[in-house]
C-alpha cells in the first residue's frame, strides 16, 4: 500500500513539474543557442544607415532569409532608402499581424569599443564590474543567460530580427504554419528618422494595411519580465547657433570687448528649464492631464526609479512627473551635445567664432510639435536674440546685437493605442497565460519609432513586444544582448506565432 502511494505522489509531482514547464522553453533554448552563427553572420554586416553600400548588403541578407521561409518578399521604393515588405499568407480570411523592425544602425566609433571590430560579435561574461571576452564554445548548457553578445545592432535591432526568424523557421521544421496571416515591415533607415516612411505608408497604404501591428525595438522593463508597449514619444530635432567675431579672436586682446557665443548660447540654453529640469518655456506642457485611468496604469508598472539611479550612478532626477513613467508622458526638451571652440590638448586662447547646440524634443500624443516649437521660437525672441533659420550676411550681423540661427524639423509624432483595446487584451492574456503572470504594460515609451503614420494614415492599432535587455547599451558603444533576453525571445515569438488572434 505504502509502494503504491509513494507512486502516485511522485507521478503527482512530476505531472505538476510538466504542467509548469512552458510549452516552447526546451525548444526555444536548443534552437536559439543553434542559430548563434547566423546571427553572427548577421552582426558582421556593417549597417550604418548614412551608407548605402552597407544597407544593401543588409537587405539582400534579409531577403534570402525570408524567402527561404516561403514569403513573398517586396521592396518598396521610396524617396530615401527602400523598405522590405514580405507576406507570408497562411491561409485567406485569417487576420494579418504585421511586425515592423528596423535593421539599420548607428554610426560606431570603433575607438570607443572595447573589441576590435564592432561588427565581429563577441561573447563576454562580467567578472566584477567588467565584462570579459569569453571563447563562444562556453555557450552552451543551461548557465548561459547572464552571457551577453556584444556588437553594434545586437539589440537594436537585428537581435529580435533574427528571434523572429528562427521562431518562423522552427515553426515550418515542424510542417506547421503560423496561427495568422505574417506581414513583415523592414525598416534601413530607422536611425535617420526613416524619412521616406511617411510618403510609403501613403504611397503603399492598400499593401501594408494589417489588422495590427506589432512593434520589435526597444527594451523589456527592468524587471525583465515580459512587457507590452502601447505608444511611444515621438521626436523633432532643433539646432541652435549664436554668433560672435567673424572669425576665433585672441582672448588677451579681446576679452572684455568681443561678446563670447558660447556664454550667450549657455544663457539661452539655462533659461530653458528651472532647477528641478522642469521646462519654463510658456505652454510647454500645455494639454496634458495625467487621469485616474491613467495614473492606474503607470502605477501598475514596478518601480524602476532605484535601479535607473544605480546603473547610470545618478543622486538626484529631474521632477518633471512623480515617478519615471509619469515623467515620460510629458514633452522632453533635451540638449544632445554642444560645441564652441576647442577643449582638452586642443584649447586655445580664444573667443569662439560660433556656439551650437543640437536639442531634441521628445513629442507626446497631447502635443502639437509645430507649435512646441514655435514656443521655444518664442522664447528665444524673448531673451533678447534675434531669431534666423539661415547664417547671418553682414549687413544682419551689423543691424543685430545677439543672433541665433535655429532650425527646427520633426522626424515623427507621438502615438498611443488603448491598453483596453480589443488588440492590447489579446496579447496581455497570450502572455498571461503562457508565462503565469501579468506582463508589464507600458502605457507610452520614453523611446522614439516612426510608426505613428501607421496609426494615422492606416488606422492600425500597434503595440510594442520589446525582448532585449535594458542595459544594451543600444546607440552607444559597446551595444549588447543578454543570451536569456535573446532566447526568451525566440520562446515569446514561438508562443505569439501559434495563438490565434
Same mark, same amino acid.
Given at each position: 500500500m ?25 525548444? =526555444? +533554448? ?9 546571427f553572427?553572420?548577421?552582426? %558582421? $554586416?556593417?549597417?550604418?544607415? /548614412? &551608407?548605402?553600400e552597407?544597407?544593401?548588403?543588409n537587405?539582400?541578407?534579409?531577403k ?41 544602425g ?20 562580467i ?17 548561459v543567460?547572464?552571457y551577453?553578445?556584444? =556588437? +553594434?545592432?545586437?539589440?537594436d535591432?537585428?537581435?529580435?530580427f533574427?528571434?523572429?526568424?528562427? %521562431? $518562423?523557421?522552427?515553426?515550418? /521544421? &515542424?510542417?506547421?504554419?503560423?496561427a495568422?496571416?505574417?506581414?513583415l ?15 510609403a ?50 582672448s588677451?586682446?579681446?576679452?572684455n ?12 540654453l539655462?533659461s ?6 522642469r ?5 510647454f ?21 532605484e535601479?535607473i539611479?544605480?546603473?547610470?550612478q ?6 518633471v ?10 514633452p ?7 560645441q ?7 584649447a586655445?586662447?580664444?573667443i ?8 531634441d ?9 509645430i ?45 498611443r493605442?488603448?491598453?483596453?483595446s ?18 508589464v ?7 522614439s ?24 547599451n ?10 536569456g ?17
Amino acid at each position: 500500500m505504502r509502494s503504491i502511494l509513494t507512486f502516485l505522489i511522485i507521478t503527482l509531482l512530476n505531472f505538476t513539474f510538466v504542467q509548469a514547464q512552458r510549452q516552447f522553453e526546451t525548444e =526555444a +533554448r536548443a534552437i536559439g543557442l543553434k542559430s548563434m552563427e547566423e546571427f553572427k553572420s548577421f552582426l %558582421a $554586416l556593417p549597417n550604418d544607415a /548614412s &551608407k548605402p553600400e552597407d544597407i544593401e548588403a543588409n537587405i539582400a541578407w534579409a531577403k534570402m532569409q525570408l524567402q527561404s521561409l516561403g514569403f513573398e518578399v517586396n521592396t518598396l521604393e521610396t524617396s530615401a532608402l527602400p523598405l522590405l515588405l514580405a507576406n507570408l499568407n497562411v491561409e485567406k480570411g485569417k487576420p494579418t499581424l504585421a511586425f515592423y523592425m528596423h535593421l539599420d544602425g548607428q554610426a560606431v566609433d570603433a575607438s570607443k569599443w572595447n573589441q576590435k571590430n564592432p561588427y565581429e560579435a563577441v561573447l563576454k561574461e562580467i567578472k566584477g564590474a567588467e565584462f570579459e571576452e569569453i571563447s563562444w564554445d562556453k555557450l552552451s548548457g543551461t548557465e548561459v543567460d547572464d552571457y551577453r553578445i556584444f =556588437a +553594434r545592432s545586437s539589440s537594436d535591432d537585428k537581435g529580435p530580427f533574427v528571434m523572429l526568424l528562427t %521562431a $518562423l523557421k522552427y515553426i515550418k /521544421s &515542424k510542417g506547421q504554419s503560423p496561427a495568422f496571416n505574417v506581414k513583415l515591415i523592414l525598416d534601413f533607415e530607422e536611425e535617420q528618422s526613416s524619412p521616406g516612411l511617411p510618403e510609403a505608408v501613403k504611397k503603399y497604404k492598400d499593401r501594408l494595411v494589417a489588422d495590427m501591428l506589432l512593434i520589435l525595438d526597444g527594451p523589456v522593463h527592468a524587471s525583465g519580465k515580459p512587457t507590452l508597449v502601447f505608444g511611444n514619444r515621438g521626436i523633432a530635432s532643433l539646432t541652435l547657433t549664436t554668433y560672435g567675431p567673424l572669425l576665433p579672436q585672441h582672448s588677451g586682446h579681446y576679452g572684455n570687448y568681443i561678446p563670447n557665443p558660447a556664454l550667450d548660447l549657455s544663457k539661452v540654453l539655462a533659461s530653458m528649464k528651472d532647477d528641478q529640469g522642469r521646462v519654463l518655456i510658456q505652454g510647454f506642457y500645455e494639454g496634458i492631464k495625467i487621469d485616474a485611468a491613467a495614473k492606474r496604469i503607470l502605477e501598475g508598472v514596478p518601480s524602476e526609479e532605484e535601479s535607473i539611479k544605480q546603473r547610470t550612478q545618478i543622486k538626484r532626477n529631474d521632477l518633471v512627473g512623480t515617478t519615471y513613467q509619469e515623467s515620460i508622458q510629458y514633452p522632453s526638451l533635451n540638449i544632445r551635445g554642444m560645441q564652441s571652440g576647442w577643449v582638452g590638448e586642443e584649447a586655445r586662447t580664444i573667443i569662439p567664432a560660433t556656439a551650437t547646440a543640437e536639442m531634441d524634443i521628445r513629442l507626446v500624443l497631447e502635443s502639437d510639435p509645430i507649435k512646441l516649437i514655435a514656443k521655444v521660437k518664442k522664447h528665444i525672441a524673448d531673451q533678447g536674440f534675434t531669431v534666423l533659420d539661415h547664417t547671418p550676411s553682414k549687413a544682419e550681423r551689423m543691424r543685430f546685437e545677439r543672433i541665433i540661427q535655429m532650425n527646427a524639423k520633426v522626424a515623427y509624432p507621438a502615438f498611443r493605442t488603448d491598453t483596453e483595446s480589443q488588440e492590447g487584451k489579446w496579447l496581455a492574456k497570450l502572455f498571461t497565460k503562457y508565462y503565469g503572470e501579468k506582463p508589464v504594460v507600458i502605457r507610452t515609451s520614453g523611446g522614439s519609432v516612426p510608426i505613428s503614420p501607421f496609426v494615422s494614415e492606416l488606422g492600425v492599432p500597434a503595440i510594442g513586444v520589446p525582448t532585449v535587455n535594458l542595459d544594451n547599451n543600444q546607440h552607444s558603444p559597446n551595444e549588447n544582448i543578454r543570451v536569456g533576453n535573446y532566447l526568451m525571445g525566440i520562446e515569446s515569438f514561438l508562443a505569439l506565432l501559434n495563438t490565434k488572434f
